[in-house]
């Protein structure tokens, strides 16, 4: 922790771009998901794509060098949703464990090979949490607002086996991220706090909410500053915002946050909104000039790309957030 802590005095860091995205280029069928361990699979598993940690880990391995070699500082694990929440789609709860563990080792081989080659330039593995597919504080039926579909139990031990199989694995942050229900987000940071506390360990938590519309939100209902403040009494290495919006619609939320927080400040907004047919069209130019606004105000002190984004996106803000000193992280709190 004290390492990045350093790095983020020193330069702004440069966070990966979408894995979906590239993923997608391989055009994968259901067979290459299955491959010859879950040939046999009663279900349907294309789509799965935490699972070609497994089926095709070559790839996985792939997109990581190609973010590295882009110039990012950290690579996020395949592990979106590894959680038995999220697996219950595929009915491969049982398989979570192995599913953290091993993203988790191929992108530290990878970061690994690229820090003996730049030992300048440590490369950090992010273990990837996502939201999972459930909702703690809403209601999926409007009929009975009362009910709700996961409760903070059941969050809090499906984060904790996915956490405990990521630090495993050779994670060196923990990336809590595209939170758009802030009760999941604390049931996985009372995971990661219990895991800390049971190993005696301190590991850099990157904490990431989503804006989901215009209203300035998240989707249950906070304003970016009723998100920090919720979040705030854990200690964390980051704070911010990822998906949902493109990167200049991103720029008043993160004034919100670099003007009210002491940790550092993250981006990774999507490449533009998606067009009719669920695709991005942001070239790495535009979206390099966009993210200019966020160095020249000083409101960053990690920044990278979500959905839409490739390794061409990413060196683009790599080459950009080079000419620019990080925010400073002495901001005073309101």
Not at 41 to 55: A, E, R, V
Not at 134 to 145: E, G, H, L, R
Not at 201 to 212: K, Q, W, Y
Not at 268 to 273: C, F, K, Q, Y
């Amino acid at each position: 922790m004290t390492r990045i802590k350093d790095i983020l005095q020193e330069r702004i860091l440069v966070l990966d771009g979408a894995m979906g995205t590239m993923l997608q280029r391989y055009k994968f069928q259901e067979e290459d998901f299955r491959a010859e361990r879950f040939k046999d699979w009663k279900h349907p598993l294309q789509g799965n794509n935490d699972l070609l940690s497994l089926t095709q880990p070559e790839a996985i391995a792939e997109v990581h060098r190609k973010y590295f070699a882009a110039g990012a500082d950290i690579v996020e694990t395949n592990t979106f949703s590894g959680t038995t929440i999220a697996m219950a789609d595929y009915h491969m709860e049982d398989l979570v464990y192995e599913l953290n563990y091993e993203s988790a080792r191929i992108a530290r081989k990878v970061a690994d090979e690229f820090t003996v080659n730049e030992p300048d330039k440590p490369r950090f593995v992010a273990g990837s949490i996502g939201p999972t597919n459930k909702t703690a504080s809403m209601s999926p039926d409007v009929n009975d607002p009362g009910y709700r579909a996961v409760s903070f139990e059941e969050l809090r031990i499906a984060y904790k086996q996915q956490v405990e199989a990521l630090l495993d694995g050779g994670a060196d942050i923990l990336l809590v991220e595209t939170i758009f229900d802030t009760l999941n987000a604390k049931a996985a940071l009372f995971a990661i706090e219990e895991v800390k506390e049971e190993r005696n360990i301190e590991v850099p938590i990157m904490v990431s909410g989503t804006i989901t519309d215009a209203s300035g939100r998240t989707l249950s209902g906070q304003t970016a500053e009723a998100f920090l403040i919720s979040i705030s009494h854990i200690p964390i290495l980051s704070v911010g915002f990822n998906c949902a919006l493109g990167a200049n619609q991103l720029v008043p939320h993160l004034e919100v946050l670099s003007s009210r927080t002491e940790h550092a400040v993250s981006a990774h907004p999507n490449a533009g909104l998606p067009n009719a047919f669920g695709e991005y069209d942001e070239s790495p130019a535009q979206m390099a000039a966009q993210i200019k606004e966020y160095v020249e105000k000083g409101l960053v002190n990690i920044v990278g790309g979500c959905c839409g984004t490739t390794p061409d996106h990413i060196t683009a803000i790599a080459e950009l957030v080079k000419q620019y000193e990080p925010r400073n992280l002495m901001v005073e709190k309101i």
